[in-house]
Nanobody, 125 residues
């Protein structure tokens, strides 16, 4: 049974930083692409960052490029999202997600097959 558990969200002032973590279990983590997807109130889900199985390919939404960094530790079954220079527009629930099938790299929210419970990130102005 796939389990994805996020941590690290919270309230931060604009310009601050947060580091989200996701602990994965129940599948062969090192063969699956992973991503972070966010959803703000009244808005559609959007993929902010994605990483392939070994970290050799990365994707970032344009609005977070240069501010967010996705990484993974396959030895610990963990994926991370370092968020710097946060803006109020980054306020959302952030979800950790895994690809539907191994060896690929999901980019769109509908391409992910398993999701965590989400962690709230609130950036005050």
């Amino acid at each position: 049974q796939v389990q994805l558990v996020e941590s690290g969200g919270g309230l931060v002032q604009a310009g601050g930083s947060l580091r989200l973590s996701c602990a994965a279990s129940g599948f062969t983590f090192g063969t699956f692409g992973m991503g972070w997807v966010r959803q703000a109130p009244g808005k559609e889900r959007e993929t902010v960052a994605a990483i392939n199985k070994n970290g050799s390919r990365l994707y970032y939404k344009d609005s977070v490029k240069g501010r967010f960094t996705i990484s993974r530790d396959n030895a610990k079954n963990m994926v991370f999202l370092q968020m710097d220079s946060l803006k109020p527009d980054d306020t959302a629930v952030y979800y950790c997600a895994s690809d539907r099938s191994p060896y690929g790299m999901a980019l769109r929210p509908n391409d992910f097959g398993s999701w965590g419970q989400g962690t709230q990130v609130t950036v005050s102005s």
